[in-house]
């Protein structure tokens, strides 16, 4: 009879000690899990709210149309759908130092301007296009030589289909990163030599890389 009065005791102790390990382990656990949560970062949120929004951009690099550098100022108008979207239109001025007709490129871009943001952070990745019309000027050179009765007119249009293909990164309200830029126009050549005359046209893309920068007003904000 003691024999089986000890044993239960002893089963008893191991029972009771067991609860107490599992108890201890649980605790234990909770506490770890209690400070990964609270190590846990929160990143910052972006500043961009559903509303209006008024971007000018300064854009400025290499033209290879003409093998020049090139500044392009644009200004946007476009309504934040949310923080990942925004639609807008926007116009510009492209201007080169000198092209064929050592006249200077001078293009007026206007076109409808959409981007759209990787995610909703303080530094926000974003892709950006733009699509529209290029309005500029005809240019003209005459070269004629009456000795030779030879006569060579170029006619350049520098107007035609614009597009433009951003990326970059917005941190708070400002952009930075690369733009291309791509204006299609055309050179209308006649030539003339004695009873010889010819007519053609020849069609190009005036294409740039450039730095951009930008700065994001929110005109106003809705809920």
């Known amino acids: 009879m003691k024999r089986i009065t000890l044993i239960i005791i002893v089963l008893l102790s191991f029972v009771q000690f067991s609860k107490a390990q599992i108890i201890v382990t649980s605790t234990s656990a909770s506490t770890q899990k209690v400070k ?5 970062k929160e990143w910052p949120k972006s ?14 690099g290499y033209d290879f149309f003409d093998g020049d550098f090139s500044v392009d100022p644009y200004l946007n108008i476009g309504y934040q759908l949310n923080p990942y979207i925004t639609l807008g239109i926007g116009g510009g001025w492209n201007r080169s130092s000198s092209d064929i007709t050592g006249d200077g490129f001078n293009v007026f871009p206007v076109y409808a301007d959409i981007r759209g943001y990787f995610c909703n952070r303080k530094a926000s990745p974003y892709l950006n296009l733009k699509i529209g019309y290029a309005i500029g000027k005809k ?4 070269n004629t030589d009456y000795f030779e009765d030879y006569d060579y007119i170029t006619e350049d249009v520098q107007t035609g ?12 309200n400002f952009d930075f990163g690369i733009s291309i830029p791509i204006v299609w ?3 209308n050549y006649h030539e003339s030599y004695y ?3 010819d007519y053609y046209t020849l069609r190009g893309a005036r294409v740039s890389l450039l730095l951009h920068v930008a700065y994001n007003f929110q005109l106003s904000s809705k809920k």
């Open 47 to 60: 500043n961009r709210v559903k509303g209006w929004v008024l971007r000018p951009e300064l854009e400025l």
């Open 139 to 142: 240019s003209f050179y005459n």
């Open 185 to 187: 126009t055309r050179s």
């Open 195 to 197: 009873d010889y005359y």
């Open 36 to 40: 990964k949560e609270r190590v846990k």
């Open 161 to 172: 289909f614009y597009l433009g293909v951003g990326c970059g990164l917005n941190w708070k």
